[in-house]
């Protein structure tokens, strides 16, 4: 039973929605076939899981404006990853231990009962923070009973102490959270728990020493794949290093074996998980299907925000696809989900191009909203695709180096993201109104970003200055 604070809040958030449902859906820049929110800022993905035989996806939400505050936790919901139900607002910012936010967690299935794990942010007169973990259950999915504080501020950490991420092993409970140390490095701490109410804290399993990787860890994320356990963290306040970690904050990961009794794990290097503008804070779920699926935000906190042209129209921020993760020589690959395919309409098909030192458009192959598919990618010089009027993709033969350029929707001079490629070999972009996802070599290397065009301009032009080959695919997406 929700509380009349809450409820109250969630009637104002509801209104929020009805008075500026019209301005916000006249956004051109209005996404067809990703998840955004109703009206106000949209986040961090929260409590991503496959429960009952649906998928559910909860989101960071603050309503009432576009920029940050009191979250709530908006939801969708899906049978197949592809087509989205917006349900009724899970949890609004509403008592003593959650007043200034519900913060980000996860979801499990316990004992048939959907249950939530958030952190409960608090502010009191001076603006001093302070954080409780916290849980709420649904028998149904779609209506949130709050069970209030289970884990509060162990000795050692600031107050920054959140995102709780639970699962099972061998019959106990594990949490998960993201943590800045006394010292002001970011950690990853550990917890274990019988009964999901008691949890013993273990320690930090991970994280920097005297401030050499990051000031704080957010949206901690620990799985086993292919035999490895894998923690996914958001390292904030590392300096940018060449082609590394050029956004403001990074998202990436680390490969190696957790030692649950010892409490110890050994690790390789830190891996960013995606070369482009906008991604973080990604969370993964294992579905019926054995995959194991990743969803993220396609923003980045305090990157020029308030710079978006969509807040204009009351709105901002979108999340990802959905993509499933595969460890492949010690590397996480992405690929996105099998189920996108059901958006493809009006196949169109260029086998055997050769481009010699040229520019060349293809029939029908444009559009806002798109998949792009390129196959048997070989050549010599650079490879350039011309996405719209205001983003491009490089790929440089010799030097071996991925590009992805855009216009900047700040102030219009090109900026650009790069990682190291040793080959191309495919090719699939997702292209919508206003974002772009590129996947190298079935998910060797991804960038994902938000593109705002100029103009109405739908034209994909392809340009080599030598020889390139390659077979060509694109489908309209709907």
């Known amino acids: 039973m929700k509380s009349a604070r809450e409820q109250q809040l969630i009637q104002l958030a509801e209104a929020e929605i009805e008075k500026n449902q019209a301005i916000v859906n006249a956004d051109p820049y209005r996404l067809r076939y990703h998840l955004m929110p109703p009206v106000g800022l949209m986040n961090d993905p929260n409590g991503f899981i496959h429960w009952r035989g649906t998928y559910h996806v909860f ?267 595969e460890l492949v020589n010690g590397k996480l690959h992405q690929r996105p989900v099998e189920e996108l395919k059901k958006l493809r309409r009006e196949e169109v098909v260029y086998p055997n191009v050769a481009l010699m030192s040229e520019t060349k458009q293809f029939s029908n192959v444009s559009g806002q909203s798109v998949e792009l598919l390129l196959e048997r990618i070989d050549g010599r010089g650079i490879l350039t695709i011309h996405i719209r009027d205001n983003a491009k993709f490089l790929y440089d033969y010799e030097n071996g180096i991925a590009t992805l350029e855009r216009k900047s929707f700040v102030d219009g001079q090109v900026e650009k993201r790069q990682c190291q490629l040793n080959e191309l070999r495919t090719l699939r972009m997702f292209l919508d109104t206003s974002s772009v996802e590129i996947f190298l070599n079935d998910g060797e290397e991804v960038f994902t970003a938000r593109i705002f065009p100029d103009s109405n301009n739908e034209q994909i032009i392809f340009q080599a200055n030598d020889r390139i080959s390659f077979d060509l695919k694109k489908w309209k997406l709907c």
Request: glycine content about 10%.
């Open 59 to 325: 989101y960071q939400w603050m309503p009432f404006k576009t920029g940050h505050g009191a979250k709530f936790w908006g939801h969708y919901s899906s049978a197949d990853l592809v087509h989205w139900r917006h349900e009724k607002i899970a949890l609004a910012p509403s008592e003593w231990f959650d007043k200034d936010g519900c913060y980000s967690g996860s979801a499990i299935d316990h004992n048939g009962t959907l249950t939530l794990f958030y952190t409960g942010n608090v502010k009191d007169e001076k603006g001093e923070r302070s954080t409780y973990q916290c849980m709420a259950v649904s028998e149904n999915g779609t209506d949130f009973t709050k069970k209030g504080v289970v884990l509060e501020l162990p000795s050692g950490y600031t107050a920054h102490f959140r995102d709780p991420k639970v699962w099972k092993k061998d019959d106990v409970w594990y949490m998960i959270v993201g943590a800045q140390s006394e010292n002001l490095d970011g950690k990853a701490v550990l917890f274990r728990s019988k009964d999901l109410t008691n949890w013993e804290h273990l320690g930090a399993i991970a994280g920097g020493h005297d401030g050499d990787f990051g000031y704080m860890w957010e949206c901690p994320d620990l799985f086993e794949l292919d035999g490895k356990d894998v923690l996914i963290v958001c390292p904030q306040g590392l300096k940018p290093n060449g082609m590394l970690y050029n956004n403001v904050y990074q998202s990436g990961y680390f490969v190696g074996e957790l030692d649950y009794n010892n409490i110890q794990y050994v690790h390789g290097d830190f891996t960013e998980l995606d070369r482009g503008f906008e991604f973080y804070a990604p969370q993964t779920t294992v579905d019926a299907k054995g995959r194991r699926l990743l969803i993220a935000w396609m923003g980045v906190p305090d990157q020029y925000e308030d710079k978006h042209p969509t807040i204009a129209y009351k709105w901002i921020h979108a999340l990802t696809i959905p993509r499933e993760l």
